[in-house]
């Protein structure tokens, strides 16, 4: 299983930006997928996660501003975010479950390589 990560990129804060995430494979419909971020000097960080049924699951820090979503038929998730800060500052990574979801990111087998957002205040 590879993970294509991408959308990231320069935005204001306010501003809204999708990063969208390509799985290879035939586990992808089967498993849960989650993102993560991880800031300079930060540790890795639990952002959303969403269940092969559709659940979805986020950290305090984006719930009611990031929305979480899958296309099976494309074999691709996606995270909208909207009103971002300068503290989403991060490089974003997908990840894939296949034992179901956490916010552990030791439970995830398959990490894409990461696409940076950068908030402007």
């Known amino acids: 299983v590879q993970l294509q990560a991408s959308g990231g990129g320069l935005v204001q804060a306010g501003g809204s930006l999708r990063l969208s995430c390509v799985a290879s494979?035939?586990?992808?419909?089967?498993?849960?997928m989650g993102w993560f971020r991880q800031a300079p000097g930060k540790d890795r960080e639990f952002v959303a996660a969403?269940?092969?049924?559709?659940?979805?699951y986020y950290a305090g820090s984006v719930k009611g501003r990031f929305t979480i979503s899958r296309d099976n038929a494309k074999n691709t998730v996606y995270l909208q975010m909207n009103s971002v800060k300068a503290e989403d500052t991060a490089v974003y990574y997908c990840?894939?479950?296949?034992?179901?979801?956490?916010?552990?990111?030791?439970?995830?087998?398959?990490w894409g390589q990461g696409t940076l957002v950068t908030v402007s205040s």
């Open positions: 990840a894939l479950d296949r034992g179901g979801w956490s916010t552990d990111s030791y439970e995830y087998e398959y």
């Open positions: 494979g035939r586990i992808f419909s089967s498993s849960a």
């Open positions: 969403i269940r092969r049924t559709g659940s979805t």
